[in-house]
């Protein structure tokens, strides 16, 4: 079972749902805007993706100048504003038990298969 981070008004979160769903996917989505993850959810899909924190950012969104943030502030600041301001997430996000991937571009989702 494959879990989808979401965001239907986001052009590539939706090529990613269609991607997988051609496939068959079994898939749970999460609207994350309206469900967001915990800080340890975070931190799980994170250690899964095996790579920088910084690929799960959004740093080119307006809420993460407004912040001051900065891709070089510490992991735990990044983790709770993600958490607290989850428009600040990359999308789309999938995962499994054991990997996860962003869907940028659209195809990298399909090593989760």
């Known amino acids: ?3 989808y981070w ?3 008004r986001c052009s590539k979160s939706r090529a ?3 991607l997988l769903e051609a496939r068959g996917v079994q898939l749970t989505v999460r609207k994350y805007l309206e469900d ?3 800080e340890a959810e975070l931190r799980s899909v994170h250690a899964l993706l095996e790579r920088p924190l910084a690929d799960m950012l ?4 307006a809420q993460f100048r407004e912040l001051g943030l900065s891709l070089s502030d510490a992991e735990n600041d990044l983790f709770a504003a993600m958490a607290a301001h ?4 990359e999308r789309p996000i999938a995962f499994t038990d054991t990997a996860a991937a962003i869907g940028r571009p659209s195809e990298d989702l399909l090593r989760l298969l």
């Not at 989850?86 to 997430?89: A, G, R, T, V």
């Open 16 to 18: 990613g749902l269609a």
């Open 86 to 89: 989850p428009k600040l997430i």
């Open 1 to 3: 079972m494959i879990t």
């Open 36 to 38: 967001a993850p915990t």
């Open 6 to 8: 979401h965001n239907p």
């Open 58 to 61: 959004r740093p080119t969104e």
